[in-house]
């Protein structure tokens, strides 16, 4: 069993701050882990993933996170914020064997709003 | 190229009728994802089919729902009966082989009145 959870459903933060977004999963087998963005009006788009190797991985538009196994985290963040960056983000975790692999578990999402 | 196309973008109907939503996934993506996003809320898994494995079910809320994939093309989730819960939108992702991304259509926004 797989679940995800995301600690905040609103983030707000001012232009140029550093963006951070939490996420802390629970996985029966070694996870692969994703976040993904959806900007109002459309679809879900992959920002990065981790599936092995570097555990600090980097993504789109500045975004990175580090897959941390002892803290069983995936903390999305990007150093400085752009009005553009407002959006819903979302958190998910695969199994990376088995016989569920692939099949997608995601959390219930943080809205990100960015102030001028 | 093409993304997944779902169909239609939306839907209104009426309590108690049945309705179709359709998916067609990226040519070549062995595994399509079904979930459903309830306003406010995060992606509520429904369904997931992985080549020639038998589907898994264990996301779909009742007998109601169903869902149906032929082959590695289009897939359809039925919604018997509908109910005024079962408005959401309805996304669609489909995954190709030994690849970990998944790619999502743009939804089909389903209103039961």
């Known amino acids: 069993a797989q679940s995800v959870t995301q600690l905040g459903s609103h983030v707000s933060v001012s232009e140029g701050a550093l963006v951070l977004l939490r996420c802390n999963y629970s996985?029966?087998?070694?996870?692969?882990l994703f976040w993904y963005v959806q900007y109002p009006n459309q679809g879900l788009q992959l920002l990065l993933k981790?599936?092995?190797?570097?555990?600090l991985v980097k993504g789109i538009n500045g975004f990175e996170a580090e897959f941390k196994k002892s803290e069983t985290s995936f903390h999305l963040t990007k150093p400085s914020a752009h009005m553009s960056d407002a959006a819903e983000y979302f958190c998910a975790v695969s199994p990376a064997g088995g016989t569920s692999y692939g099949k997608l578990t995601f959390g219930q999402g943080t809205i990100l709003t960015v102030h001028p | 190229g093409a993304g997944v196309s779902q169909s239609p973008s939306n839907k209104v109907t009426e309590k108690g009728k049945d309705v179709e939503l359709r998916c067609d996934p990226i040519?070549?993506?062995?595994?399509l994802y079904w979930y459903r996003q309830r306003l406010g809320q995060g992606l509520e898994f429904l369904i997931y089919f992985q080549g020639n494995s038998a589907p898994d079910k264990s996301g779909l809320p009742s007998d109601r729902f169903s869902a149906e994939r032929t082959g590695e093309s289009v897939s359809t989730l039925t919604i018997q009966r509908t109910q005024q819960e079962d408005s959401a939108v309805y996304l669609c992702?489909?995954?190709?082989?030994?690849?970990?991304?998944?790619?999502f259509g743009q939804g089909t926004r389903l209103t039961v009145v």
């Open positions: 996985s029966s087998v070694p996870p692969y």
């Open positions: 992702a489909s995954r190709p082989p030994m690849n970990t991304e998944a790619f």
């Open positions: 981790y599936t092995t190797g570097a555990t």
């Open positions: 040519s070549g993506h062995t595994a």
